[in-house]
């Protein structure tokens, strides 16, 4: 009864700590306008929609979980089956704009999966008890399954030169230990930056930049490639090719600040 009882309070934690992040991405959200701009403000996208609704729904969901696990409680079941098949059919039409090629779908899908493999690994965390291995493992099988689905989702957008998913990808890929493709996290990176430079996001160009250069070797071509990219405006003609040992060091020389 008492590891029972341990139990229930550290999920209760979990799920009091996941309310506090999805209200505040859900609030976050709340200031995004929808239907038709106010000056100066950009409409809010489908995709936007989409995500705001899914925030919203989890919102409930996780209260309602709570208030499963609280004495004294009345939980509304009717509202937390709707509440969980909004975020199904949001995740499913996220999915199905993905593979029809919209890259911002793709990249949200990437992102939520992300969401929920923290949550799997962090409820795995704390709920590391000898009397409940079986939820351990279901849990950890549950991280590995939308981690291959936020890679997924976020290579697809990545494809497409999406620069915030592949920010994310490279971010994502360069926590892994050991690095399994230390040169495709090069050229995530690489891509992110290209792409903030492309829309004319200077400061998220060089955030990228600033990230790339404490997770890439110094040596790396690519990272000559971009340092020149950020900090003096010439992009290469190719940016994807491999460069040679003597023309990275001229691009070095002339990319020094």
């Given at each position: 009864m008492k590891h029972a009882g341990l139990r229930n309070l550290t999920l209760g934690c979990?799920?009091?700590?996941?309310?506090?992040?999805a209200s505040a991405s859900t609030a976050h959200d709340d200031h995004k306008p929808?239907?038709?701009?106010k000056s100066g403000k950009v409409a809010e996208t489908?995709?936007?929609?989409?995500?705001?609704?899914?925030?919203k729904a989890q919102v409930v969901v996780v209260q309602q979980q709570l208030c499963l696990r609280t004495t004294g409680c009345a939980t509304d079941e009717g509202r937390l089956l709707d509440a969980m098949e909004t975020v199904r059919v949001v995740l499913l039409t996220l999915a199905e704009r993905a593979q029809a090629g919209d890259a911002d779908a793709a990249y949200e899908r990437g992102l939520l999966?992300?969401?929920?493999?923290?949550?799997?690994s962090s409820r795995s965390w704390a709920e590391s008890d000898a009397q409940f291995p079986g939820t351990t493992a279901i849990l950890r099988r549950r991280w590995a399954?939308?981690?291959?689905?936020?890679?997924?989702?976020?290579?697809?957008?990545?494809?497409?030169?999406?620069?915030?998913a592949c920010l994310a990808l490279a971010e994502h890929?360069?926590?892994?230990?050991?690095?399994?493709?230390p040169k495709v996290v090069s050229r995530l990176f690489r891509c992110a930056v290209a792409g903030f430079t492309a829309q004319g996001k200077r400061a998220a160009a060089v955030d990228a930049f600033v990230k790339m250069r404490d997770t890439v070797k110094p040596n790396d071509p690519l990272m000559i490639e971009t340092h020149s990219l950020i900090y003096r405006h010439v992009p290469p003609d190719?940016?994807?090719?491999?460069?040679?040992?003597?023309?990275?060091?001229?691009?070095?020389?002339?990319?020094a600040p």
């Open positions: 979990w799920l009091l700590c996941a309310l506090v992040a929808s239907g038709k701009p489908d995709v936007q929609r989409l995500v705001r609704r899914y925030d999966s992300l969401r929920v493999a923290e949550s799997h399954q939308e981690t291959a689905l936020a890679q997924q989702y976020l290579s697809m957008a990545a494809a497409e030169g999406h620069a915030q890929l360069a926590t892994r230990v050991p690095q399994p493709e190719r940016p994807w090719r491999q460069v040679e040992p003597a023309e990275a060091l001229a691009v070095r020389k002339q990319a």
